[in-house]
């Protein structure tokens, strides 16, 4: 359920601007950098201040302008789900940093204590599928590039594209399927030129340890009162997932209303199929169809799982790109090589996806 903090729009109601979003994603990226090594200030400990760039000037926001970057923060966070305590607190901080000093600044990119400030951020939105491989990644990439450090925004990739198109800074998009990234195409986030297929993944049917609804096979999805979790449809697992239940309905031995009785079945859409995993994970949930690289060699005891066949199991295919207004595009075109070269691709097929 979205979260409404109680803070106001922009003045005469108008709609927060692609501009406010970016202000208000560099002020959480902040935020969230600058919490796990506690906060700093401003020289002579001033409280840190958001600034905008006005005909070639640095000046502070008006007051006007803050609340609406405030509005653009709390529009992110009901479109992302966040908790109300996550919210809350980044809504906080944000109030005292807009608050703030206006000689100093928030930056897009915050260095690590410790790290010269030359240290280049690269900043991935990727798959929520893609978490533990990117993550590893990530690793590999910043030990090839010293001084780098990647940090990832994992969501589901529909909520990635809308991130894009409402302005949000990034350097990488990795999808879970092409339409969103056409979409960052379409909104001239991504040049479509650019977009290279990386991995491939397909669909499994997951059930808690101790597979409390006794399933034995796919047909068992459809027994009555069965409590199932997919991902939304507009989410690319929760797509594929109603692919393999429509090819699967054409098979006599399950006959047409297969599909149908097993979506009268379904007790909760997530927003990506990493809740989906979380939910059966945690026996709220009876099964789930998560994408196999979900339920990897990592995790082998904490779920069951049965095999959907080939002939209903559509291929999820994974594009990634540059973006195409990234400040650090040789870093992020480098970042997508990797991904893309013999040590990317090891690391992808050891977390259960398929590459070449």
Known sequence: MGVQPAIGGCPENRPPSARHFRSAWHL????????????????????????????????????????????????????????????LWTLALASLLLAGCASAAVPAV????????????????AAASLAEAFTEIGRGFEA????????????????????????????VFASADAQQMAAAVK??????????????????????PDNP?????????????????IAAPQVPAGKYALSFLARASKDPG???????????????????????LSKVALG????????????????????GRLEIPDAWNPVAEYPIAAIADSR????????????LSAKGRAVLAQHGFMVE
């Open 28 to 87: 959480v990226g902040f935020i969230r950098r600058g919490a796990g090594r506690g906060m700093g200030g401003c020289p002579g400990n001033r409280p840190v201040g958001l600034t905008q760039r006005r005909k070639g000037r640095q000046g502070p926001l008006s007051s006007s302008e803050r609340l609406c970057v405030l509005a653009s923060l709390r529009e992110l966070f009901i479109r992302q789900g966040a908790s109300a305590r996550m919210a």
């Open 254 to 276: 399950l006959g047409p209303r297969f599909g149908e009785r097993v979506l009268d079945n379904v007790v909760s859409h997530e927003e990506n199929v990493r809740a989906v």
């Open 187 to 208: 909104v001239g986030r991504v040049r479509e030129r650019e977009s290279q297929s990386f991995a491939r993944n397909r669909l499994v049917v997951i059930f808690p």
């Open 328 to 339: 650090r595009r040789e870093l992020a075109q480098a970042f997508v090589e990797f991904v």
């Open 144 to 171: 090839a590039h010293p001084g780098t450090q990647v940090i990832f925004n994992f969501a589901g990739s529909q909520q990635l594209a809308q991130q894009l198109a409402q302005g949000a800074p990034a350097d």
């Open 284 to 303: 709220e949930a009876d099964a789930g169809i998560v994408y196999v690289s979900d339920i990897s060699a990592a995790r082998p005891a904490r779920i």
């Open 110 to 125: 915050a260095p690590l204590a410790g790290r010269s400030a030359a240290g280049q951020t690269l900043t991935v939105f």
């Open 213 to 229: 609804a006794r399933l034995f096979a796919l047909e068992d999805l459809a027994r009555p009162e069965l409590r199932l979790v």
